[in-house]
C-alpha cells in the first residue's frame, strides 16, 4: 500500500514570494490534515479535511494560508504572501475512518516539505 | 485545550542499556488517547506505541512500552535494550476520543544513542 505522498520535499523562497505544497493521501482515506513543524518544536494542525469539507481550520492564518481539498483527495497548501516566520516543516498526514466514529483511527503521515523563506 | 509538555529536551543512552522519556498532558477530558511517535532525520513520523485511556493496562510493542498514570497525567515511554536506529526525536502526542481527531504533539526529546 502507497503511502502519504508529497511534494515538494525542499523549497527555498523569498518572502513576499508564494509557494504550493501538493499532498496525496493513502487511497480511500477520507480524512487528511496539514500540520506545520517548526525547528525544535512539535508539530500543530493547521487545517483538517473530512472527504472535501474543511473540520478544524481554527489554527490556519486565513490572511496569507489557504488549503483544499477538490475531489476529497488530494490536498494544496498555500501561503501568499510568505513572511520569515513560516520557514518549517509542512506535514501531510490522512486517516482512513470518517468523524463520528469513537474508534481509533491511525494517522499516517507523509514525509513532509521543508520550506525556507529567506 | 489540551497541552502536551516534555520536559527533557534531549535524552542519551548506551547502546543495549534502558532509557525512559517523559510525557505529561493537561486535560479535562475522560477519553482520549496517547501516544509516541518517531521522527528520524528523513522526518517521517513513526507510530511507536499507543495507549487508550480507557485500559488499565501499560500498552507493550516488543521493545517500547509505556507507564501510563492517567490520574497524575503522565504517560512515559521506555526503550529496552537501545539499538543504534532508536536514535531520533520522539514526540508525545494526545487525540481526544471524540470530535475532530487532530493529535496534540509535545516539544519532543531528542534521542541519541552511544554505541
Known amino acids: 500500500e502507497a503511502g502519504v505522498a508529497q511534494s515538494p520535499r525542499y523549497k527555498i523562497i523569498e518572502k513576499r514570494q508564494s509557494v504550493a505544497f501538493w499532498c496525496n493521501p493513502i487511497?480511500?482515506?477520507?480524512?487528511l490534515y496539514w500540520y506545520q513543524q517548526i525547528l525544535g518544536q512539535g508539530p500543530k494542525l493547521l487545517i483538517q479535511?473530512?472527504?472535501?469539507?474543511?473540520?478544524?481550520d481554527s489554527q490556519l492564518p486565513k490572511d496569507r494560508f489557504s488549503a483544499e481539498r477538490l475531489k476529497g483527495v488530494d490536498s494544496t497548501l498555500k501561503i501568499q504572501p510568505a513572511k520569515l516566520e513560516d520557514s518549517a516543516v509542512y506535514l501531510c498526514?490522512?486517516?482512513?475512518?470518517?468523524?463520528?466514529?469513537?474508534?481509533?483511527?491511525?494517522?499516517?503521515f507523509g514525509p513532509g516539505t521543508r520550506l525556507t523563506v529567506l | 485545550a489540551q497541552t502536551v509538555t516534555q520536559s527533557q529536551p534531549e535524552m542519551s543512552v548506551q547502546e543495549a542499556e534502558t532509557v525512559t522519556l517523559s510525557c505529561t498532558y493537561d486535560?479535562?477530558?475522560?477519553?482520549?488517547?496517547l501516544f509516541w511517535y518517531k521522527q528520524p532525520p528523513s522526518r517521517q513520523m513513526i507510530l511507536v506505541i499507543r495507549?487508550?485511556?480507557?485500559?488499565?493496562q501499560n500498552a507493550t510493542e516488543n521493545r517500547f512500552s509505556v507507564n501510563f498514570q492517567k490520574a497524575a497525567k503522565s504517560f512515559s515511554l521506555k526503550i529496552s535494550d537501545s539499538q543504534l536506529g532508536d536514535a531520533a526525536m520522539y514526540f508525545c502526542?494526545?487525540?481526544?476520543?471524540?470530535?475532530?481527531?487532530?493529535?496534540?504533539f509535545g516539544q519532543g526529546t531528542r534521542l541519541t544513542i552511544n554505541p
Open positions: 498526514a490522512s486517516s482512513l475512518s470518517p468523524l463520528g466514529l469513537e474508534s481509533y483511527n491511525e494517522q499516517f
Open positions: 487511497s480511500g482515506h477520507a480524512t
Open positions: 479535511f473530512q472527504n472535501n469539507g474543511v473540520v478544524d
Open positions: 486535560t479535562s477530558e475522560s477519553d482520549y488517547y
Open positions: 495507549q487508550e485511556a480507557y485500559k488499565q
Open positions: 502526542a494526545y487525540r481526544s476520543a471524540r470530535g475532530a481527531q487532530k493529535l496534540v
